[in-house]
């Protein structure tokens, strides 16, 4: 039972994933995407439909036979936090899981390179950002940073910058502050994936 839980939970992000990078598509396009079964795919659509995620949105332009139903996330159900820091500038934004910015890009000059207090006033400015956002935390999903720097993904880690001055790594100590699952990567590795 668990593991069937932990198969459909990473269908299910497969499905965020498509949706939120393609704005709208079919269940054949997503089945196609993720190389699942439509079968499957429908089964999981429809408990994301029931749980108010996903919506339908309309029916694909036609093709010559019978058009096809077009699945989006519902866009006040969850977002993200998106976090940019450079080696002296850092902006901070909130995105809808239709992929648009909700609100406004924060920008503020942060000196990374020996500031020791860089990593708190980033978390500081997460955290006063959400507030003033009035979003309930439990409609975020999390937070994505990408820093510069010699990082190291799976530990958490990073050897040049942001360090956290106890035995937790960035993720944890952010997310312990914060209340929220907080991801980091390298910078120039995002934009390579974008």
Do not use: W
Request: with cysteine; aromatic share 8%; net charge neutral.
């Amino acid at each position: 039972m668990g593991l069937v839980s932990k198969k459909t939970d990473l269908y299910r992000k497969e499905i965020f994933k498509t949706l939120y990078f393609e704005k709208a598509a079919s269940c054949a396009d997503i089945s196609a995407k993720i190389g699942k079964s439509i079968p499957l795919i429908t089964k999981v659509l429809n408990d994301l439909i029931k749980e108010g995620v996903v919506i339908e949105t309309g029916y694909a332009s036609s093709t010559g036979g019978r058009r096809a139903l077009l699945y989006s996330l519902k866009e006040d159900t969850i977002n993200i936090v998106a976090v940019a820091v450079e080696q002296y500038v850092t902006r901070i934004a909130i995105m809808n899981f239709k992929n648009e910015l909700v609100g406004s890009v924060y920008e503020m000059d942060l000196h990374l390179q020996k500031n020791d207090d860089s990593l708190n006033i980033i978390t500081a400015k997460i955290e006063e950002i959400i507030t003033a956002s009035g979003i309930d935390k439990t409609k975020i999903a999390g937070i994505g940073i990408g820093m510069p720097g010699f990082i190291n993904v799976n530990d958490g880690i990073n050897y040049s910058y942001l360090q956290t001055g106890t035995k937790e790594n960035i993720p944890t100590y952010m997310s312990n502050k914060l209340g929220l699952p907080v991801y980091i990567d390298n910078d120039s590795t995002l934009m390579g994936l974008a």
